[in-house]
Structure formats: C-alpha cells, structure tokens
C-alpha cells in the first residue's frame, strides 16, 4: 500500500510520559537521565518480538541501546514493522556478520593522521569531538567506537585535532561529528566553536548532530546564541522516516534557523523503513517545511550486523529518479555510496545521459522522452574553431 499521511498533522506531547511535569519533559537532561537502556525498561513499555529481545540481550557488546523518552514516543508500540523501532531497537540480525561487512567499512581509521581526525578530502576534515549519543542508531557506521561498548577505546583528542588543523592551511572546512557533538557542554561547544573560528584558514564550521531529532530539547535559546556568534554555523540533521518530523523537531529547526544556521539533512536508506519513493517524498517534503533542506541519502554503510537493515542500492536509484523533476528541486537530495575501503562519498544517479556523439549530448528527461542539446554551441564566426567544441565521450560517460 502505498504510503500516505496527514499532512496538516504535526505530532507533539508526551505522550506516555503524560504525567511528568512540563519542566522536566522540556529539559534537556531529564531525557537524558531517563533514557531507555535496557531490555527490562523497555519491556515495561512494550512487547516486544524475539528478534528483538535477543537483539537487546546482546546490544551492550556491541553498540549500547538507548532511546529518549521524546524518540520512544514516536514509536507505534503495536506494530513490529514500525518505522521508527527499527531504527533504534536492536535486532537479533545485528549479531551476524556478513561476508562483506567491516568494523570500519568507509576506511576512517586509515585517514586518521590524529585520534579523532579523518583527512580524506583536500580541503575538509571530519573532527569526531566525542563518542556519545543521545540515542544510538543500529546501523550506525561508526558503531565500532560509539558508545564505547565495543572497548574501542576511542579518546576523541581535541587539541591534538585542533592543532592538526591550525597546521594545515588547506584545511577550509571542519566537520564536527562522533558521536554528537551537541551532547557536550555549552561551555565546551563555545570553547570549540571559538577555537576554530579564530583559525584564519577555516573558512567553514558545520556540525553532524542527530540531538534536534533525538533530543530536540537541547536546542535550548543559551545554545542557539552561541551559534549565532560563532556563526555562520552549518548543521546536517538526521532524520529517515516522515514520522521523526514532529511540532517539537519543527520548533527546534526555527530556532537554528532563526539563530542563522543553514539546515541540511542526512538520510541512510534503510530496508523497510524508508527505501520507498512514497515515504522518502513525504520526508523530504516535511524537511523543507521546516526549513531544512534535504542534502544526502546515504546508501547504508557495510557495518557488521546490518545486513537486515540494508536496502538494495537499486531502491536508491528509483527513489531518486521518483523525485528529481517530480517535485520542489530544493527538496531533491543527492545519493551517494561512501565507498567501501576509503574512496569517499560517491554521487549514484539516475542514468539521464543516453548518449555523447560529435555533434550532440543525448538524455532524457524525468518523464523518460528523449532530448538533445548540440556540443558546438558557438556562432558562425567561430565555426572553424572547432576543436574548442570536441569532448571525450568516453572520459564523460566512462
Ligand atoms: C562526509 C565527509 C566529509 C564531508 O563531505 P561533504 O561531501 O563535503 O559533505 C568530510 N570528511 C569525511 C571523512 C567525510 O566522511
Ligand atoms: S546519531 Fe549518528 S553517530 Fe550517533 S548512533 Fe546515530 S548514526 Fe551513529
């Protein structure tokens, strides 16, 4: 069946947790403090499958479960096939390792010139500043050192990479991620915040976070001012499912936006949760509702025990050729394959280009009907120049 929603519907309260007071619903380290981590609190809460009861006897040998009391309510408690379960209840899937899967599948470690530190691109670096989360996903890429339950070890080292940074003028773009960095201390994301700002060749600070949909409370107004004077701050949210985009998200994107911070989000395409062309546009139509604008769906990560999370890359590609030219082009992501190893972020597109012969480029457009658009564009007086007008097919397409 086809996916729908009521679009005038935004879900807000606390739901379950109706009889706590306002106060501590909308503070911040109240939800933290009642976190759900283990199998007995959620069992209080929900029946759950056997998948899933197995999948939290072993969740704290690999990646610890947690979940928000804000994130646990929007889960549909009835349903085993609920989008939103999926992504933070872990299943018994998650204990088998797959032929291809890796601890590190995207190769971070081998591009860490400091702990906490991926340089893999000329100009930017990813800085991992700590190894929590308010909630852990279960097809986390860099589970391995998240939560620490694998004794990773990881000890995120802040001047060292700040150092690393200050000395590589090529450095233009810092990427603050682990972890979530909006679990630390305003204190310490001013400290950070300001440290980089005063490096002169760090032309732009964007923070990962996933804290606006798991923990929206955190984005207090004292967190929002340090953003705005350190600013311009760039963040990448992370949502999957339409369902995560509820009154409290759409409040905490204003006040970002409102502070001056240009919103983007990340996807993973996830198997039965959101590798459907129907849900991905009522996602990514929500997202730009709340002022944010759709910037990657990753196909997920060959992280160990994700097999039963996986969507087929070819969903990928249909769901992307369903959106492009069918809706708003701002709300249009781009896919990508972190690629496996160490390559980086791949764009995986639709094929468009049919064809490139001497004389013109051949494509069709998003209904499917054939177009084309002449290489040698120049006026007659430049007829005989013609080399300027030759590409290499082959180099293009190939
Ligand atoms: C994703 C990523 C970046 C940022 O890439 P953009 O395409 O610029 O968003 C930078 N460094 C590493 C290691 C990354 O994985
Ligand atoms: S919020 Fe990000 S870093 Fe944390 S568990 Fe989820 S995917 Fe991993």
Redesign the pocket.
């Known amino acids: 069946m086809p996916y729908t929603e009521d679009r005038t519907h935004w879900q807000s309260g606390q739901g379950l947790w109706e009889h706590v007071p306002e106060s501590d619903w909308n503070n911040w380290t109240w939800q933290l403090k009642n976190r759900i981590t283990s199998l007995e609190q959620l069992e209080k809460y929900m029946e759950l499958t056997p998948e899933e009861r197995a999948g939290c006897e072993h969740a704290n040998t690999k990646l610890a479960m947690a979940i928000t009391p804000y994130f646990f309510n929007l889960i549909d408690r009835d349903d085993p096939n609920c989008p939103i379960r999926k992504q933070v209840i872990p299943r018994e899937g998650e204990m088998t390792v797959g032929a291809e899967e890796m601890l590190d599948p ?1 190769g ?1 470690d081998g ?1 860490s010139p400091v702990p906490g530190l ?4 000329p100009d ?3 800085f991992l500043v700590t190894d929590r989360c308010a909630a852990y996903c279960r097809y986390c890429t860099r589970s391995r050192l998240v939560s620490n339950a694998q004794d990773y070890n990881f000890h995120p080292e802040f001047e060292a990479g700040l150092k690393y940074i200050e000395e590589h003028p090529e450095v233009r ?1 810092v ?1 603050l991620s682990g972890g979530d960095p909006l679990l630390m201390s305003d204190k310490k994301i001013d400290y950070l915040l300001g440290r980089l700002r005063a490096i002169e060749h760090v032309e732009f600070i964007r923070i990962g976070s996933r804290i606006p949909v798991f923990l929206p409370q955190r984005i207090t107004p004292e967190l929002c001012e340090i953003f705005k004077k350190h600013g311009p701050i760039w963040m ?1 949210i992370h949502t999957n499912h339409p369902r995560e985009c509820t009154q409290t998200l759409k409040d905490a994107c204003e006040r970002l936006s409102f502070a001056g911070v240009p919103l983007g989000n990340q996807s993973v395409l996830l198997k039965d949760v959101n590798d459907d062309a129907d849900i991905m546009k009522a996602l990514v139509h929500r997202l730009v509702r709340m002022r944010v604008r759709p ?2 769906i990753y196909q997920c990560d060959l992280i160990t025990g994700s097999a039963h999370l996986r969507a087929n890359v070819c969903k990928g590609i249909e769901i992307m050729k369903q959106l492009r030219g069918h809706t708003t082009g701002y709300s249009v992501p781009q896919f990508v394959i ?1 690629a496996p190893g160490g390559g ?2 791949v764009p995986i597109n639709p094929q468009y280009i049919t064809k490139i012969d001497d004389e013109a480029i051949h494509f069709k457009n998003f209904e499917g009907k054939l177009y084309r658009y002449p290489l040698n564009t120049y006026g007659p007086l430049d007829s005989d120049d013609d080399d300027d007008c030759k590409c290499d097919a082959e180099e293009i397409m190939f």
Do not use: C, F, P, Q
């Open positions: 995207v971070e591009h991926v340089h893999r691109y930017r670096v990813l773009d990427l990448s910037y990657y972190d980086g972020k």
